[in-house]
């Protein structure tokens, strides 16, 4: 197992700071610049092929700040997101070098999106490859974090034990071969954790991340939030709720986890918006967390929050 520690106890959830660290255009209102300084990058999740995702650009900037592919409760801090893995495709991000160049640690965030289990494994095998061709030019320490958590796909994604433990296994060993660190990702309503306890023993895996998004209407949070049975994006497949009702169910699951013997480590996060909850996600068993949506929401409260898990006394 490769060590993870040199990505530190904060690191950002995919695509909070855009691919790169450019962030998102909301962030150049006035007041509204999260200051992200020590935290690690995780880059906007990339594909093998270009996709345009669910973005309609022909809105312009006010895609950006009034989305058509996400809902958002300023008033509870909760979004709805169906963004739709919009991205360049693998290739064509690499070809830009800017990765490459980065001199702090990042971890590049891939996801292969076909609808069978045969296809997705030779397109991340293609992903994987292509990595491999500029891996000698980065300059600093990467990692890659495998998303098995997206919502924004047409195919359903399978909760069944069996099915996740030999995707993630065969998954594993084809990224293996770039001998970096390996973090999958994945969501608490789609990953039983019996499934991940299966993972404990493959020597693939670096450690975990949970959770990305929550199906709309689990657990009821979807009518709970947004006070209608169908969400509201169901034209773009639903959306995933993002936001601070995430936080207990994940600390939660966390706890579950160790108390079957999971052991390797774990970034957790979904709902931080405070110190506090920093804490709540140490105490649960979590390694280190990850900062998303408070961004949006609180974008001044980010640097307390990254501060904090870097200075907190984590177990």
Known sequence: MKEISIFGRALGAAGVQGFFGEGHPHYKIPFRKPNFTGMTLVSKTSTLKSREGNIKKSRGILEHLFPSWAKMDFFSGHTINAMGLPNLGIKALLELRIWQKNKEPLFISIMAVESTLEKRLDELRRMVDIIGEYKNEFVAPIGLQINRSCRNLRHKVSDNIKDIVKESSQGLEI?????????????????PVKAIKELQDN??????CVSNTVNYNYQGLGKKIFGINISPLAHLGGGGISGP???????????EIHDLGFTKNINGG???????????????GANSIFVGTVATYY???????????????WR
């Open 175 to 191: 990224a293996s071969t770039l001998g970096w660190p390996l973090v999958e990702k994945f969501a608490i309503d789609t990953a």
């Open 203 to 208: 020597t693939n895996l670096d450690g975990i």
């Open 245 to 255: 009702e995430l936080l207990p169910l994940v600390c939660d699951y966390i706890k």
């Open 270 to 284: 979904g709902g931080i918006f405070c110190k506090e909850d920093v804490e709540k996600y140490r105490d649960a």
């Open 299 to 313: 974008p001044r409260r980010v640097v307390g929050i990254i501060q904090c898990a870097n200075n907190l006394n």
